[in-house]
């Protein structure tokens, strides 16, 4: 089975210029997780899905940061406009909501943003 | 509110060894689930094994295995003959079994090193 699937897997952009961060979870999965990982605050949740309808938004930094889960198998995080202080690595995660599959949160790859 | 702490923020093994990892937690709830995830140099972060709180019997994974301790809320992850694969971060994660409260929390992470 394909995992969760993001990108774009690197990229380097200007400050003020916009950021989008896209993530397609694994099919059937009824939960969609955006964390944020940096060296000073380690990994923290942003915002989290369910069904599509954002749940808990209150990790969202500022008014910069938007996210939008329009259909089931996919979801995009933007920022704009970009600043240096949002280089991290970004994690889209997600997780099945029936109870045999044991709550795990399964995380793709990651999107490293160097803002500059 | 739930936190994690890993008090060992380097460790180091010789290949074949077994090492173990420490994960201590505080909560006020009964229910709740605890992951350990690895995360290799590429930054993914991959489950390594789960346990939850309900069950008392340790969860083993192959090589890993963890000792859990509800009472002591300490959450420990032993790899036994240790590859140099398993050199990586590993982060220990608490999320709550509560409704509508799909939130991982991790420590900051142990940087494990394998020797040959």
Known sequence: ?116 | AQTVTQSQPEMSVQEAETVTLSCTYDTSESDYYLFWYKQPPSRQMILVIRQEAYKQQNATENRFSVNFQKAAKSFSLKISDSQLGDAAMYFCAYRSARLNTDKLIFGTGTRLQVFP
């Not at chain 1, 939008?68 to 979801?75: C, E, L, R, V």
């Not at chain 1, 600043?83 to 970004?90: K, M, T």
């Open chain 1, 1 to 116: 089975d394909a995992g969760v699937i993001q990108s774009p897997r690197h990229e380097v952009t200007e400050m003020g210029q916009e950021v989008t961060l896209r993530c397609k979870p694994i099919s059937g999965h009824d939960y969609l997780f955006w964390y944020r990982q940096t060296m000073m605050r380690g990994l923290e949740l942003l915002i989290y899905f369910n069904n599509n309808v954002p749940i808990d938004d209150s990790g969202m930094p500022e008014d910069r940061f938007s996210a939008k889960m329009p259909n089931a198998s996919f979801s995009t995080l933007k920022i704009q406009p970009s600043e240096p202080r949002d280089s991290a690595v970004y994690f889209c995660a997600s997780r099945s909501g029936r109870a045999i599959s044991g709550n795990t949160i399964y995380f793709g790859e990651g999107s490293w943003l160097t803002v500059v």
